[in-house]
């Protein structure tokens, strides 16, 4: 079964960087679209970044220029550059994947903060 696994959240102050990581087993990696959604509190899940098979990205208008997402096929593993973090960036980040079915990680808690 498919299965992915976040990591790398946690706290950091405004300007900061972190690095998510989603490490996926379960499937075959390198032909599913790769993606990483965000849930602040009371809003509504948001797409920040996908990556295609094909390595083509596309991200969201708040996140261009900031973050970069990237991905490792000899690994199954997929990657979220988060520089010049600010207040708004705070929600939980998820990991995605889809192919023919939508599969989601557990997410992991970004919170940034003086």
């Known amino acids: 079964q498919v299965q992915l696994v976040e990591s790398g959240g946690g706290l950091v102050q405004p300007g900061g960087s972190l690095r998510l990581s989603c490490a996926a087993s379960?499937?075959?990696?390198?032909?599913?679209?790769m993606g990483w959604y965000r849930q602040a509190p009371g809003k509504q899940r948001e797409l920040v970044a996908h990556?295609?098979?094909?390595?083509?990205?596309n991200y969201a208008d708040s996140v261009k220029g900031r973050f970069i997402i990237s991905r490792d096929n000899a690994k199954n593993a997929v990657h979220l550059q988060m520089n010049s973090l600010q207040p708004e960036d705070t929600a939980v980040y998820y990991c995605?994947?889809?192919?023919?079915?939508?599969?989601w990680g557990q997410g992991t808690q970004v919170t940034v903060s003086s």
């Open positions: 990556i295609s098979s094909t390595y083509i990205t």
């Open positions: 995605h994947a889809s192919r023919a079915y939508d599969y």
């Open positions: 379960g499937m075959t990696f390198s032909m599913y679209r």
